[in-house]
């Protein structure tokens, strides 16, 4: 096996316990008004947050199993959207009748399959999405965030800390390498040079990406940092030392998820 192999299996099985983790939480919501919560993200409840991962790991089973497939899912929803239904509309829409346990056995056992069909592709191969194509690792990637972003939401609803995993590196990975994209999604020119970021992880682990003598950095803990590129914070809402006038642009713009540029929660949103 080669380190590449390696790695995207190590990927998987984290991608495969962020799922478990979830499962876990909303596995303790009670039939009535723990799923029916209304949460900070868009007033999602839990069962909103769990149909929208379940809708989008369907169609990423179908991504990775048939191309031409996935193509016509991606056709519908996109004409739906094109139509001004919500994203979160399409999801009830489509698990309309199925209560909170039955949807979460459900995107349970797909998340699962899903973990499974990714750990068998080589790491490069690429494969269809919303955008250019993706490559496998990049896929899981922002499979991982995304459970993570929508579990972060239902975490916040619940008033519960949350523990901080070593899984947050692939999260922060993400952010990191969409700074270009953060920009250009908003239709403005990226700065000419990425400011230096460095993140605390949890157990004392240090994580390091660009020069540290840049003009303009980040520095902070790996939980704050990807609250803000998740935009499930305001900045200035978490502990980050933001410094240049390029890092402090990115880091009210950041998002690291495909789809129209969007904003997160204002500052006072979340109290520090």
Known sequence: M???????????????????????????????????????????????????LHLFDRLALRAVADRDDFMRGRGDIGQQLARGTEVSAIARTTFAGLDGPA???????????LASALAALEPKARLPWFGPDMSARSFATARLMETWAHGQDIWDALGRPRPASSRLAHIAQLGVITF?????????????AAPAVELEGPA????????????????????????????????????LEV??????????????????AAS????????R
């Open 103 to 113: 949807l979460a056995a459900r995107w349970r056992a797909d998340a699962q399959a």
């Open 2 to 52: 080669t380190d590449e192999t390696a790695a995207m299996h190590a990927l998987c099985e984290d991608l495969r316990a962020e799922c478990t983790g979830l499962d876990a939480l909303v596995s303790g919501l009670d039939a009535g008004p723990g799923w029916g919560l209304k949460t900070r993200f868009h007033g999602w409840t839990p069962w909103d947050e769990i149909a929208h």
């Open 180 to 192: 270009r994209w953060s920009f250009q999604n908003r239709g403005l020119p990226p700065p000419a």
């Open 204 to 239: 004392g682990a240090v994580w390091r990406w660009g020069d540290a003598s840049a003009d303009g950095w980040v520095r902070g803990s790996a939980l704050d940092f990807c609250l803000v590129v998740t935009q499930r914070r305001h900045v200035l809402d978490t502990a």
């Open 264 to 271: 997160g929660p204002p500052p006072g949103s979340f109290p």
């Open 243 to 260: 410094r240049g006038d390029s890092a402090r642009e990115w880091m009210s713009i950041a998002q690291c998820f495909a789809g129209p």
